[in-house]
């Protein structure tokens, strides 16, 4: 079994803990905004809704079956900018899902590709994972970006796969191997020494 992992996560900006009591205002902040929920499953929060997704989340910090999650915050100068879920999957938690969620007033500045790395960096590095994937609604533009900055290959357009909000919607496939993982510059880490051959152009689902 593999242990649990070693948290906060720091990076150069960001820290990533565990989810706290205290973060249900700072998480009504944004999943509340109708813009930020119009691409996700749920409608925008309300209070109770953030209660019970807080609550829900405290208990997601040690992953160990198939369909088990690693939720975290994400910190920047003490301020909580964002969220990301890492999903177990496949047999032995061979697989998983990545997603995210970030506060809008806090876009463009990199810090959800930056979370975003060290969270598939401990999706391979600690879990040993084999591959990680991201869905999205396919207008999510803004999801499909990050994952290409990520080093994530598009393997599918699912067309009108998705009853979402009273209407049929596209869904986008994004995947990464660990293979590939070990050869993309990534944000937050030192580059790989040595020539890397791959090719490389992150859910809300």
């Not at 509340?32 to 809704?49: K, M």
């Not at 019970?52 to 405290?58: G, K």
Request: charged fraction near 25%; charge should be negative; proline fraction near 5%.
């Amino acid at each position: 079994m593999t242990s649990p992992p070693s948290l906060p996560l720091h990076t150069g900006r960001l820290l990533l803990r565990a989810y706290a009591t205290g973060d249900v205002e700072a998480t009504l902040a944004y999943y509340g905004d109708p813009q930020v929920s119009r691409f996700l499953l749920s409608e925008p929060f309300a209070l109770d809704d953030a209660k019970a997704a807080v609550d829900r989340r405290l208990g997601q910090t040690h992953p160990t079956e198939p369909g088990d999650a690693l939720a975290l915050v994400v910190e920047h100068e003490g301020r909580l900018v964002g969220d990301l879920v890492l999903q177990l999957l496949g047999e032995q938690s061979s697989m998983g899902e990545i997603g995210w969620c970030f506060h809008p007033a806090y876009a463009g500045r990199g810090f959800a590709t930056e979370a975003a790395a060290a969270l598939l960096h401990l999706a391979f590095e600690h879990y040993k994972m084999h591959r990680v994937k991201a869905q999205m609604d396919a207008r999510n533009t803004g999801s499909a970006r990050l994952c290409e900055r990520l080093g994530m290959t598009k393997e599918a357009h699912l067309r009108q796969d998705w009853w979402s909000k009273g209407e049929w919607t596209d869904t986008f496939v994004y995947a990464v191997l660990a293979a590939e993982w070990k050869c993309v510059e990534q944000p937050t880490l030192a580059r790989p020494q040595g020539r890397c051959d791959l090719h490389v152009s992150i859910g809300d689902r």
